[in-house]
Structures are given as structure tokens and as C-alpha cells.
């Protein structure tokens, strides 16, 4: 774990870039990290990380992608038109989550 | 009295009972267990059928065999469990009260769940190898089958036996070089991970063993269907991949019943915590083995190492105690990578597979991840075992929790960036 400096704030992050306190995430700081990676953010994208984000704050983990859709109610097809090749690990990147679990 | 109740006789369950009968007094406590039919099937036994290793016979035995005396067997379909009630009600109306619940039904191969997986190519050209049905359908196409594009291909995580395609790869591509036809056929291992395998030490020894076999990797291949008129897979953002042959790992999923009650996550896996497997929801139930929703592998060593530490605490529970004794994810498993040969890795919830020996440090006599020819005779070794000492439920002379004992944790990768590697 380390420190970062996104958008002029100080904020923790793991290895890969991923932050890792909850509480120190906003969107203004969800929408400089999506630049980060080349997505720039819509309504359609908020929707996603707004589900994310309440999903995480109530369940204790990042969402699966089957997740996203099932309970979220976002067609697979649309998270991956919306974040190209590997929505799980860019909205969690986003969304100031950690990774979806690794499943092992 | 006192009831105990496991549903379903497979590893986790089977290992359950026989580990407390012995312990719980016939005097106060029945131990009753369910499952739907009374074939126990020797799950690592599956991989090695397509290769004519093992015959279908060889990997089954009747689930009543393998159960203490003092266990009651009941043969029925469940229908609901009401855990509010304490109940749980077959199909055929009978209902079973209970103290203590142990959900132990594992998961199952769905391959209903993918459009088009279970269309007219089914078993004709597209195979699982999760069941004695298909692995043996399998068995005969391999047998017969002339070359061509063959995929290896993982719906969905998680799976059980996370391992198993990596190993199918493997051994197909030792099959087919000793039937002197490795160069008719072409094999690409298809996979939802952005790499072989999830962890990244593993992956890259993993990838380098793909590598090496001439065996191309297609990561991040999230499926939506398979097209039975063309025969490919077809992803969600569009890809398509021709087979000849597709070997297939279905979407997992925990039982139906377990959604019909109301107890499971979108996968049908029952929410307990990670240290004692207790229900977040039930005090009096547990979930054990693939049916939970743990973050580790699906796989019959995390069930071993799981009822260790559930017999443990369920004896402090009845006894009103603490439960004091915490799970940690550990899993290991044996790759069989071909050629006689086989790698073992050894994992928990925050160590991921790393080099060295075991289970004893800097003797072994197995090698982790390393291929050697002693882990492969540790596999096949392994069925014996599993009927003769795991199931009974015999302390094996492996530890519970894993060790860092004999470990190399320098060999950890470097890891990049996700904004890196994104903007490569």
C-alpha cells in the first residue's frame, strides 16, 4: 500500500493503482481515474459505478460483472460497450474498490 | 435427541458426518445426512477419463459405503430448507427437522445457463468433462477424433477445480503428441482471467508451461454464446473463436434449492464467514466445501482443511463455547501437466501459490510449482487416499493451515500498474 496524489489530493492505493480506502473517494476523483485509463465518463458509465459503490458499501466486496447485471440491472453486452475488454477491473478501478476477488 | 443435518454426500458432507459421529454421543444427537442419489463420485478421478486413464467404473462407489455406521442416509430430492423453521422439505414430502444445518451440495455444471452451449453440437463437437457423462462422451470422441482446432474453454469464475482446464490443455497436448498427431491439431485455451491462472506467480509459471506446449492463451474472454452453425465462441464484446472440438467449463452454480429458500448469492453459494463457515444469516447454519461463497478455490483440499476446522468449532458451539478456531482459504492441488508428470500448488486467502517443497520445508519430497514426476505419482496416489483416509475422515499428515515453512517468497512478480498496463 502507498500513497498517491490523484486530482491534487493524497489518497491510498494498492500495487496496481487501486484505491484502497473507501471513504477517500468522490467522483470528481472517479471521473480523473477513468481518464486515467481513456474512459471518459457518462450517465451510462456513473450509473455503473454508482451501483458499485452502494453494492460495495453494503455487501463488504466488489461486484462481480454477473453481478453488476443481475442485481444492478446492466446488460453485460452495455458494461462492456461502456468499459472495452475488461469491465470488471475498470469500473472497480473507478469506483475506488479493490479488484474483484481473484477467483481462485 | 439432537438432530444434525448435512445435505448432500459428496466430499464435504461425507467427511462431516464420518469426523463427528465418532465425537457426538449416538445418545444425544442423530446425525442424518441427504442426497439425491447414492453414487459418490471421485471427482479428481474425471479429468482422466477423456484420456482412457481412468474407466467411468473406476471413479464411483456408493455414497452408503462410505459412511460411518450411526449416519442415517436419506435418498430424496430437497425441495426447500426453511431456516427460520429449522426444517428442510424433500420433493417428496417428507420433512426433516433439524438443530444444526450443514449445506454441503456443492456446485454443478450448468451449461443451460450459455445460449447455444447445449444446442445441436452438443456432445457432438462440444463436451464438458465435469460429469461422468460427459468426460466419458469425451473418452470416445477423443479416441476417435482425426485433428483439427480443438478450445479449452472456461465459461465463467469461479469454478471448481480451478486448475482442471489448465490440466485438460496439458494432457491433451501430451495425448495427442503420443498418438503422433500433435501437429494436426491446434489448442487454444480460452479463459475469463486476464492471464492462465488468477494469481501472478502462478500465471506466469502457468503461461510459460502454455507456452512452451504451443497451446495459445485467449485471456479476458468473457462468453455469450456459442454459435452451434459456425462453431464459435462468441464473446460479449464481439470476438469469435472457431473450434473443431470445444471442451467446455460450464458456468458453475450452487443448487437450485438453495435460491428457492432464499439463502444464496446470484450464484446460488450460501454467504457464511470465512473463518467458521457459519451462515451471515443463520446461527444454526453452516455452509462447507463449494456450496459456500469463500474466496478461495472450489476444490476438494479446501473441504478437507475446512471440516478440520468445523469439527473443531462445532464441538465448542454445542458446548456453549467460542468458536476459536479460524480458516484461512488454504487450498493445494496437483497440476498434471503431462508426460507423466505433475506440479502441486499450495495457497490461502492472502498467500498466493509460491515455489518450494512440501509438505515438508526444504525436503518435500513434492515440489511447488515445479512439474516432477513424484507430484504426478502424488495424484494418482491421491484416489486411494481420498477413499481410504480423507473421507473416513483419518488425520492426514499435511497441515491444516497453510505454511510458509520451506516457501520462496522472493520469487514474488512485479506488478504494474492497472493505468500502465491500461494505456499500453
Keep these: ?104 | 435427541m439432537k438432530r444434525l443435518l448435512v445435505l448432500g454426500a459428496g466430499t464435504a458432507g461425507t467427511m462431516v458426518v464420518n469426523k463427528l459421529r465418532p465425537l457426538l454421543a449416538e445418545s444425544e444427537w442423530t446425525i442424518t445426512i441427504v442426497d439425491q442419489d447414492d453414487v459418490h463420485l471421485y471427482q479428481p478421478g474425471l479429468l482422466l477419463i477423456p484420456f482412457g486413464t481412468y474407466s467411468p467404473d473406476e471413479v464411483v462407489k456408493q455414497r452408503r459405503r462410505q459412511l460411518r455406521a450411526g449416519v442415517d442416509l436419506v435418498l430424496g430430492e430437497i425441495d426447500v430448507v426453511l431456516p427460520d423453521e429449522s426444517t428442510v422439505k424433500l420433493l417428496d414430502g417428507r420433512e426433516l427437522a433439524y438443530d444444526y444445518l450443514v449445506v454441503a451440495t456443492g456446485t454443478t455444471p450448468r451449461p443451460d445457463q450459455t445460449p447455444g452451449m447445449m444446442g445441436a453440437e452438443w456432445r457432438r463437437s462440444v463436451f464438458d468433462f465435469y460429469t461422468l457423462e460427459g468426460a466419458s462422451a469425451l473418452a470416445d470422441k477423443l479416441a476417435a477424433w482425426e485433428g483439427g482446432r480443438l478450445v479449452v474453454h472456461i465459461t465463467e469464475m469461479p469454478i471448481k477445480c480451478p486448475v482442471a482446464p489448465l490440466e485438460f490443455a496439458f494432457l491433451a497436448d501430451s495425448h495427442f503428441a503420443a498418438r503422433g498427431m500433435r501437429d494436426r491439431v491446434e489448442i487454444t485455451y480460452v479463459t475469463p482471467l486476464d492471464g492462465a491462472f488468477t494469481k501472478p506467480v502462478a500465471a506466469s509459471r502457468l503461461g510459460g508451461m502454455l507456452e512452451k506446449r504451443s497451446i495459445s492463451l485467449e485471456p479476458d474472454f468473457y462468453i455469450e454464446r456459442v454459435d452451434n452453425e459456425a462453431k464459435t465462441l462468441v464473446s460479449y464484446d464481439e470476438r469469435e473463436i472457431p473450434f473443431d472440438l470445444l471442451v467446455t467449463v460450464p458456468l458453475n452454480m450452487g443448487a437450485d434449492f438453495i435460491a428457492r429458500s432464499g439463502m444464496g448469492n446470484e450464484l446460488n453459494y450460501v454467504p457464511v464467514d470465512k473463518g467458521t463457515f457459519l451462515s451471515t444469516r443463520w446461527d444454526n447454519v453452516f455452509a462447507i466445501g463449494d456450496a459456500a461463497d469463500l474466496p478461495t478455490s472450489k476444490a476438494g483440499s479446501v473441504a478437507h482443511f475446512a471440516v478440520e476446522i468445523f469439527t473443531e468449532n462445532f464441538l465448542q458451539l454445542i458446548k456453549g463455547e467460542a468458536m476459536s478456531h479460524d480458516f484461512d482459504g488454504h487450498a493445494n492441488c496437483f497440476v498434471e501437466s503431462g508426460g507423466g508428470k505433475a506440479m502441486l500448488i499450495d495457497f490461502n486467502y492472502d498467500t498466493e501459490p509460491l515455489p518450494g517443497k512440501y509438505p515438508l520445508a526444504h525436503i518435500g519430497p513434492m515440489s511447488l510449482l515445479e512439474e516432477s514426476t513424484i507430484n504426478h505419482w502424488g495424484k494418482l496416489g491421491f484416489k486411494w487416499v481420498y477413499w481410504h483416509a480423507l473421507l473416513p475422515g483419518r488425520k492426514l499428515p499435511v497441515p491444516t493451515l497453510m505454511s510458509m515453512a520451506g516457501k520462496q517468497p522472493d520469487q514474488k512478480s512485479e506488478t504494474e500498474t492497472f493505468e500502465k498496463e491500461m494505456m499500453r
Design chain 1, 1 to 104: 500500500m502507498s500513497l498517491a496524489t490523484i486530482a491534487d489530493r493524497e489518497v491510498h492505493v494498492d500495487d496496481e493503482g487501486f484505491m484502497t480506502e473507501y471513504e477517500e473517494w468522490s467522483e470528481d476523483l472517479g471521473a480523473v481515474l477513468a481518464r486515467n485509463i481513456g474512459i471518459e465518463m457518462t450517465d451510462a458509465h456513473w450509473k455503473a459505478i454508482r451501483f458499485l459503490r452502494d453494492d460495495y458499501r453494503s455487501q463488504g466486496e466488489t461486484p462481480t460483472l454477473r453481478r453488476v447485471t443481475t442485481v444492478g440491472a446492466i446488460p453485460t453486452k452495455e458494461l462492456f460497450e461502456l468499459f472495452p475488454k475488461k469491465p470488471a477491473k475498470k469500473m472497480a478501478y473507478i469506483a475506488g474498490l479493490p479488484k474483484p476477488a481473484g477467483c481462485v
